[in-house]
Every structure is written in structure tokens, then in C-alpha cells.
């Protein structure tokens, strides 16, 4: 038996998960199975050039070369760690997700009338995605040049019922609640070209945070139909409001951690990196009390506004107070649990949820150990991990 053979039967994949953030890249080298746990044999994270001020055409570029960079280290350190019996050259399966703000995101809900029963098929499907992607590709970049990354039917109804599978089935009525992602040319060339300046040309396969996010939420937690998703990253917050499991509305804004970060090296004329270390101590409980206070009246300060965002956000979606059963975060692990304590009391209020004993879950290695082999659960990257679980599904469909 050869080295390679294992991958003949195409039950296991090695595969390049790449997430490319607002703020930061990360890249992992995992086994995908079939049949099985995806294993993680490595990982990193590589910032972005911190700017003080946010100017887009240094970010693209600092987007480029910081992911060319961390797949250099992917193909001189990561392929290392790889065993003998899964080894490769060059991985089978390139899966790479993206944030805001390289993307646009869209969910519509369409609905089929005709005057008498008809039959569901293939191509009523197909013509409602394509109708509604062509309108929404056209509100959101007009006659820029885009990449359809996914497009995906939530959940269907035939006559007010219900169906997962639509197609072959009779009705007077279809609704149909889309999921559309797509994003620009240019960000699409630029991560080929990366990747192709270290490898060599292949097919990506592209989706975005908040799909991932919600269908490993889906899958690891099927017993909760109605939730809200919340990922905060470098510079955007990103929420997802599923209802009946089937994400209906997502929302992007630009309250991520390093507008904190920005805070404190305002206050205290301090470097970016000291300033993210010193938020990180605080954070966590570790930092002096004289310190910990200083930093806090300015996190608390952005607190408000963050959770005005939210609100706003949610009653855009929803005008009364939503019937949620779960809040999930995807975050930095020293935001995290500041997120959680502040959602959580959000909930309590009932400013925005209807229940008050809404359970808040973090996600994290460790939470997901159970369904992924980590290196180390307690240091993973939490996007990396939900990413990896979420590739494992998706290569194999």
C-alpha cells in the first residue's frame, strides 16, 4: 500500500482552510474525512498592517501580502507537520472564507403564485436564485465587475407547509428564503494570486463567516431553530438572525475589537501592540486595578454604542422583541467572555430579547474539541476551528 493511497477513495482530503478577516489572516492544514472528525495539524494567524486610521487601498493590499505570507508558512512549516500516511505535495482541497468587509451579503424571501397547482421543479428553483441574484448583484456593486460565492435556499414552503425537499412537490403557493454572497473581482483575483505565488493554480472553493458560522451552529446544535449569531473580529462586528433554522437577515458594522485598540493607544500614546496586549490582561482579569479600571471606563464607553448598534441592527429585523433560544459568539478569546457578559445582561434587560433566560454560547477550541482534533483546544483559533468543521461538511456534499 502506498503512502497516498488512502486518499483514493476520496473519504479524506487534505485541505488549506483559509480565513480572511478584517483585520487578520489565518490559515489552517487539516485532514477533512468523510467518514469522521476533521484533524488540525496546523494553524496561524497573521495580522494585517495596523492602521491608525483606516484608509481601504492600504487595507486591500495589506490583505494581499499578509495572505501570501501566512501561505509561505503554510508550505515551508505546516506541510512538516503533516504524517507520512496523508502527505502531499500540494493539498487536494482549497477552502477559503471571507468576511466583511470583502464581501456583500444578502438574504431575500421569494414567493410563487400561480393560479392553479403546479409542479415544483429544478428549474423554478434555479430561475428564483438566479432572478434574485442578478437584482441583488446589480443594488450592490451595479456595473462592477463580481464573483458569485454562494447561493443557497434556507428554507422552503410549499402552501404555508414546511418541505426540505421542494422539488417534485404540488402547490398553489412556494416561498423560498435565499442566502447570496458574492464579492468583488478584484478580491477574488488577488487570493487566487496568492495562493497561486505559493502553490500553484487551483480551484478555491469561497464562502463567507456568517454561512460557515451558522451552519456549524446548525449541525452541532439542531435543537435550536431561532438564535442570533454574533462575530466580532479585527474591524467589523457581524450578526445573523436565524428563525425557523434558516438565517433570514445578516448585518455588518464597523464596531470591531480594534476600535478599542485604538482607544487605548489614544489615551495612553501607546504603540498598537501595547495596546492590544494591554487590553488582552484586562480583558482576562489579569491587569492592576488602577490599570483594569482606566481601560474599562474607556471599554465601557464603547459598550453603548456597540450595543446600539445591535439593537438597531436587530429592529431592522425585527420590530418587536424576538423569541430567541440561543446567542452564539464567534470571537477573539479575550473579547469573548467581555461579549458574553455584556449580551447576556442585554438579554436580562429585554431591550431587544423577548426571553430572558436566553443562553449564551462561546465558541471555542475547547467547546468544539468534541468535533474537531485540535493540536491544543485551549489555544486553536476559534474562526479557524468552526471553519474547518464547516470545510469538512461542505467538500464532501
Avoid at 478599542?260 to 486595578?289: C, H, Q, W, Y
Avoid at 449564551?360 to 468534541?370: D, N, Q
Wanted: charged fraction near 25%.
Amino acid at each position: 500500500m502506498g503512502i497516498f493511497s488512502s486518499f483514493g477513495s476520496k473519504k479524506e482530503k487534505l485541505a488549506i482552510i483559509v480565513d480572511v478577516g478584517s483585520a487578520s489572516i489565518g490559515v489552517a492544514l487539516a485532514l477533512l474525512r468523510k467518514d469522521g472528525e476533521p484533524t488540525v495539524f496546523y494553524s496561524r494567524r497573521k495580522e494585517m498592517p495596523f492602521q491608525s486610521t483606516l484608509h481601504f487601498e492600504k487595507f486591500f493590499k495589506g490583505m494581499g501580502t499578509t495572505l501570501t505570507a501566512a501561505l509561505r508558512d503554510v508550505a515551508s512549516q505546516g506541510m512538516l507537520r503533516v504524517p507520512r500516511e496523508y502527505a502531499r505535495s500540494i493539498p487536494d482541497e482549497v477552502v477559503c472564507v471571507l468576511g466583511a468587509p470583502w464581501h456583500a451579503l444578502a438574504t431575500k424571501t421569494v414567493t410563487v403564485k400561480r393560479g392553479e397547482p403546479f409542479t415544483i421543479t429544478n428549474d423554478i428553483l434555479e430561475q428564483s436564485l438566479e432572478r434574485e441574484a442578478a437584482s441583488f448583484r446589480e443594488k450592490a456593486f451595479g456595473t462592477e465587475s463580481v464573483i458569485l460565492l454562494e447561493k443557497h435556499v434556507m428554507r422552503a414552503t410549499v402552501n404555508g407547509y414546511p418541505i426540505s425537499v421542494p422539488q417534485g412537490k404540488h402547490g398553489e403557493e412556494l416561498s423560498l428564503v435565499l442566502y447570496l454572497s458574492f464579492a468583488p473581482e478584484y478580491v477574488v483575483r488577488i487570493i487566487r494570486e496568492s495562493y497561486a505565488r505559493v502553490f500553484h493554480e487551483t480551484r478555491i472553493t469561497f464562502h463567507s463567516h456568517l454561512f460557515s458560522f451558522f451552519s456549524v451552529v446548525r449541525d452541532l446544535w439542531p435543537h435550536i431553530d431561532d438564535s442570533l449569531l454574533v462575530r466580532m473580529s479585527g474591524e467589523v462586528v457581524e450578526i445573523g438572525l436565524v428563525a425557523d433554522g434558516a438565517l433570514r437577515d445578516v448585518l455588518s458594522f464597523p464596531m470591531g475589537t480594534n476600535i478599542f485598540v485604538r482607544d487605548i493607544m489614544k489615551a495612553r500614546n501607546i504603540s498598537p501592540l501595547e495596546a492590544k496586549s494591554l487590553l488582552s490582561v484586562v480583558l482576562t482579569g489579569k491587569g492592576s486595578r488602577e490599570v483594569s479600571a482606566e481601560v474599562f471606563k474607556l471599554v465601557r464607553n464603547r459598550e453603548e454604542i456597540l450595543l446600539r448598534a445591535i439593537r438597531k441592527a436587530l429592529s431592522s429585523i425585527s420590530p418587536v422583541p424576538f423569541l430567541l433560544q440561543g446567542i452564539f459568539i464567534s470571537a477573539d478569546p479575550a473579547f469573548a467572555g467581555w461579549l458574553k457578559s455584556i449580551l447576556a445582561k442585554e438579554a436580562l434587560l429585554g431591550t431587544v430579547f423577548a426571553d430572558a433566560s436566553v443562553p449564551v454560547h462561546v465558541l471555542s477550541g475547547e467547546t468544539l474539541a468534541p468535533h474537531i482534533k485540535l493540536p491544543n483546544p485551549r489555544e486553536e483559533d476559534t474562526f479557524l476551528t468552526v471553519e474547518t468543521i464547516f470545510a469538512d461538511r461542505a467538500v464532501f456534499l
